[in-house]
C-alpha cells in the first residue's frame, strides 16, 4: 500500500469509552496492569516492505507502523511477551488498512494458539480489547480486510501482569567462555552449558555488549567481522519463562589481519511445495525470509525447487512468491523433481533462463572471492551408463584440473551418505570419489528432507580431516522424512526447516544452521580449505 496513504483521523479512545458491541470496555482491575509488549520480539506472516516491519507496531510510536502485504488473507503478528502472563488488555491503534474480521490468540510455546476474543465488525476505530487470557505469546489474527490493502495498525500494545508464582528463578551464569578459531572476518566461541530450575531454553551472545544472536546450543561462531579488530564477547542463558542469567565474563578476541573478503551464502534444497502465504504451515514461505535476513551474496539450491513435478506453472505460482525475489543472484541445480515435468526439466529452464545452463548445460562452475564452485546435475548419475564415461564426469574432471581457486565447493541433489528416509546413495559413488580425491572441501546436497552435516569423511565415508565436509540441506520447505540411525560420522541430524548460512573467507568456511524461528540450530566448526 502507497506510504503516502492518508490515516483516518481517529482519537485514541481511553479504555472507559463507550466502543461497539463487539469490543468490551477495560475493567476497573486492569488499572493495576502494565504494559508488556513494548519492545519485544515480533514475528509476522508478512510484511509490505522494510519499512512497515513488525517491530514498529511495538515500538512507543504512533508515527510508525506494522502493514502486512497487500491482498491476501489471513495474514498476522505475533508479539513475544519474553515469560508468561495474564494478559488483560489488548489495544490496537489502526491505520487506514483496518480488518473487518479478527481475533487475539494467545499461546505458551508460540507454536499452539488458543483465541483469546474476536472482533466481527471491525470499524477502523482504535480497539480497546479486554481479555482475560494466559500465555507468553500473543498473536492478532487478521481474518478479513476491510479495504484492498493488507492490515496496518500504529500500535499493538498488550497490557496485563507477568507471573508471580510461576518460574521466575533465573539460569546460572554460563562459564568457560572461549575463543576457538578465529579468522579475518569470524571468531568461534564456546561455553559451559548454565543450568535451570526448568530448563535453559538458549543463550544470548553479545558483542561490545549488545546481543547479536541466539544459538540453542553452547557454540557460536560470529561471522561479517572487520579484519583485524578486537571485539568483546559475553554470553547469558535464558529460559522458557524469559529470565536471565547474568553476562558471563567477557573475552576479547581479535580477528587475523586479512583482505576482509569474506562473504555470506545462503543454501537449501527441497524448497517449495505448492502452498502459498495464506496456508500458516507452507514452509519455504518462512525459509525465505530466513534468506532474506541473512542478505547473501549469493544462494545455492540443491535441487527439487519446485514440488511435485515442477511445471513452469508451478514455479509461478509458488517457489516465485517466495525463493523467486532471490532469482538474479540463485546459481540453481536441478532435482529429481525437475525431471518429472512432461518435457524433463523444460519448466526449471524456462523458469531460470540463462541461469538454469550459464555454459550450455545443467552443470556448470562459478566464482566468488577465492572459491570455485561446481554445480552438478546428479540426475545423470542416476541412470548412468556404467560402460561409458558420462560427458558430465569428463567436463568435471577438467573443470578440476583448471581450476586455480584456493578453496573449492561442490553442489549437487543426492547425497552419497546419509542417515535420511533414501539413505546412502551408491549412484553417487563416483562422484564422491572425484571430491575426496581432488581435495574439495565442502560438498552440498538435497534429496532426503532433512538437516544432516557430516565431520569430514574420505571416499569410504570414514572420518578423515583431508576430505570433504558433507551436508545434507533438504529442508528448504518440502514435507519433512523421518530419520533413521545417524551414520557414525554425523556431527548433526535434525528433522527440521531452515536454511544453511555459509561464512566463507580466502582460506576457510564455516556453516550455521538458522530454523524458521531465526535460532541457531547447527553450527560446524571453522574449517580451513585444503
Given amino acids: 500500500m502507497p506510504s503516502t496513504r492518508l490515516r483516518k483521523l481517529v482519537p485514541v479512545l481511553a479504555a472507559a469509552t463507550l466502543l461497539p458491541s463487539a469490543i468490551v470496555v477495560a475493567q476497573a482491575s486492569a488499572q493495576a496492569d502494565v504494559l508488556l509488549s513494548q519492545g519485544k520480539p515480533v514475528a509476522t506472516s508478512t510484511v509490505e516492505s522494510s519499512s512497515y516491519a513488525g517491530s514498529k507496531a511495538v515500538d512507543g510510536s504512533t508515527t510508525t507502523r506494522w502493514a502486512s502485504a497487500e491482498g491476501a488473507d489471513p495474514q498476522w503478528l505475533r508479539i513475544d511477551l519474553g515469560q508468561s502472563a495474564a494478559i488483560h488488555r489488548v489495544l490496537l491503534n489502526w491505520e487506514a488498512a483496518y480488518a473487518k474480521k479478527y481475533r487475539i490468540e494467545v499461546s505458551d510455546d508460540g507454536t499452539n494458539f488458543t483465541a483469546a476474543t474476536s472482533v466481527d465488525a471491525g470499524d477502523g476505530k482504535t480497539d480497546d480489547l479486554t481479555l482475560n487470557a494466559h500465555g507468553r505469546y500473543v498473536r492478532f489474527v487478521g481474518v478479513t480486510r476491510a479495504t484492498s490493502y493488507g492490515y496496518s495498525f500504529w500500535e499493538m500494545q498488550v497490557f496485563g501482569s507477568t507471573d508471580s508464582s510461576g518460574d521466575t528463578q533465573a539460569p546460572t551464569t554460563p562459564a568457560g567462555l572461549t575463543a576457538g578459531t578465529t579468522t579475518a572476518t569470524s571468531a568461534a566461541l564456546t561455553w559451559t552449558a ?8 538458549g543463550y544470548d551472545v553479545l558483542r561490545n555488549g549488545t546481543p547479536v544472536a541466539t544459538s540453542t546450543t553452547t557454540s557460536y561462531t560470529d561471522s561479517g567481522l572487520t579484519p583485524d579488530t ?14 536471565t542469567s547474568q553476562n558471563s565474563t567477557p573475552i576479547t578476541v581479535k580477528t587475523k589481519a586479512g583482505t576482509g ?6 543454501a537449501a534444497g527441497d524448497i517449495a511445495e505448492r502452498c502459498t502465504s495464506s496456508s500458516s504451515s507452507c514452509a519455504h514461505v518462512k525459509t525465505a525470509k530466513l534468506v532474506e535476513n ?9 535441487g527439487d525447487n519446485q514440488y511435485d513435478d515442477a511445471h513452469l506453472s508451478d514455479f509461478k505460482s509458488y517457489y516465485d512468491k517466495t525463493w523467486g525475489k532471490f532469482k538474479s543472484i540463485t546459481r540453481p541445480i536441478p532435482g529429481n523433481h525437475e525431471s518429472y515435468d512432461d518435457t524433463p526439466f523444460k519448466g526449471y529452464e524456462d523458469y531460470f533462463g540463462a541461469i538454469a545452463k550459464p555454459q550450455g548445460k545443467r552443470y556448470y562452475s562459478w566464482e566468488m572471492g577465492n572459491w570455485h564452485f561446481i554445480a552438478l546435475d546428479s540426475n545423470d548419475f542416476v541412470t548412468h551408463d556404467d560402460f561409458a564415461e558420462p560427458p558430465q564426469i569428463t567436463w568435471l574432471k577438467q573443470d578440476l584440473a583448471n581450476n586455480k581457486k584456493g578453496c573449492v565447493a561442490a553442489y549437487y541433489h543426492h547425497p552419497r551418505w546419509s542417515s535420511g528416509d533414501h539413505g546412502d546413495n551408491p549412484d553417487s559413488t563416483e562422484l564422491w570419489n572425484i571430491m575426496t580425491a581432488n581435495k ?13 552435516r557430516f565431520v569430514p569423511q574420505n571416499a569410504d565415508g570414514k572420518a578423515d580431516a583431508n576430505g570433504p565436509v558433507e551436508i545434507v540441506g533438504g529442508s528448504g520447505g518440502a514435507n519433512l522424512y523421518d530419520l533413521s540411525p545417524a ?28 530454523g524458521v524461528d531465526g535460532k541457531v540450530l547447527d ?8
Avoid at 501 to 508: G, N, P, R, Y
Fill in 487 to 514: 551414520h557414525s560420522t554425523t556431527a548433526k541430524l535434525l528433522k527440521t526447516f531452515g536454511v544453511l548460512k555459509l561464512s566463507m573467507t580466502d582460506t576457510s568456511f564455516q556453516s550455521q544452521l538458522i
Fill in 523 to 530: 553450527s560446524s566448526p571453522t574449517y580451513t580449505c585444503h
Fill in 294 to 302: 541473512m542478505n547473501p551474496a549469493a544462494v545455492i539450491t540443491m
Fill in 440 to 452: 574439495v572441501d565442502l560438498v552440498l546436497n538435497g534429496h532426503d528432507h532433512d538437516y544432516e
Fill in 261 to 266: 573478503t569474506g562473504f555470506v551464502l545462503a
Fill in 194 to 201: 548454565a543450568t535451570d530450575n526448568v530448563g535453559v531454553a
Fill in 230 to 243: 578486537s571485539y568483546t564477547y559475553a554470553v547469558r542463558a535464558r529460559d522458557a519463562a524469559g529470565n
